[in-house]
T-cell receptor
Framework: DTAVSQTPKYLVTQMGNDKSIKCEQN?????MYWYKQDSKKFLKIMFS???????INETVPNRFSPKSPDKAHLNLHINSLELGDSAVYFC???????????FGPGTRLLVL | KNEVEQSPQNLTAQEGEFITINCSYS?????LHWLQQHPGGGIVSLFM???GKKKHGRLIATINIQEKHSSLHITASHPRDSAVYIC???????????FGTGTSLTVIP
């Protein structure tokens, strides 16, 4: 069973569209994260939720909105997609904030 | 300046060599993580440590809190160790995470 899963794995879309990426973990963890990895492979944290509460909210455009319906899910919604949003987005979870993280396989987003 | 600096940025080694990757940080931390990103893109957590030393197979991670420095060592390196190794720290105030830019390791047979 996959511990942290993301859907979709690949997403190709036009500029201006709205899209969502879903993340689910079956590890029973309390904390989940969204990361963006750009073309230079630099990993940057975007958001983190602990027990469905937002605890990390880095400086990202407000077109990005995370939603955590329950502890096992953290979805990322992106409005009005821009070319610069093209990247790989990783979801991760940990038992507690700062604990060992388990990463999803990544979602490769390409905005045309 | 990045809160977490790694060196070297790129490293090429012959199979069997002993490898060291360094990580220095400038903030107070509660934990330091070493991550491995495979050529296929998948990311795996190797170690989480807040003091001393941890060992897992051929991998050893050490941390010196006073000097704000950590090292990741790979003994008897193998081509399958080729990956990007990323150092990350969790700040001891708030919930902030800071990441290094990664060290790209290539082990040649």
């Amino acid at each position: 069973d996959t511990a942290v899963s993301q859907t979709p794995k690949y997403l190709v879309t036009q500029m201006g569209n709205d899209k969502s990426i879903k993340c689910e973990q079956n590890l029973g963890h309390d904390t989940m994260y969204w990361y963006k990895q750009d073309s230079k492979k630099f990993l940057k944290i975007m958001f983190s939720y602990n027990n469905k509460e937002l605890i990390i909210n880095e400086t990202v455009p407000n077109r990005f909105s995370p939603k955590s319906p329950d502890k096992a899910h953290l979805n990322l919604h992106i409005n009005s997609l821009e070319l610069g949003d093209s990247a790989v987005y990783f979801c991760a979870s940990s038992q507690y904030p700062g604990g060992t993280q388990y990463f999803g396989p990544g979602t490769r987003l390409l905005v045309l | 300046k990045n809160e977490v600096e790694q060196s070297p940025q790129n490293l090429t080694a012959q199979e069997g060599e002993f490898i060291t990757i360094n990580c220095s940080y400038s903030v107070g931390i509660s934990a330091l993580h070493w991550l491995q990103q495979h050529p296929g893109g998948g990311i795996v957590s190797l170690f989480m440590l807040s003091s001393g030393k941890k060992k897992h197979g051929r991998l050893i991670a050490t941390i010196n809190i006073q000097e704000k420095h950590s090292s990741l060592h790979i003994t008897a390196s193998h081509p399958r160790d080729s990956a990007v190794y990323i150092c990350a720290v969790k700040a001891n105030t708030g919930n902030q995470f800071y990441f290094g830019t990664g060290t790209s390791l290539t082990v040649i047979p």
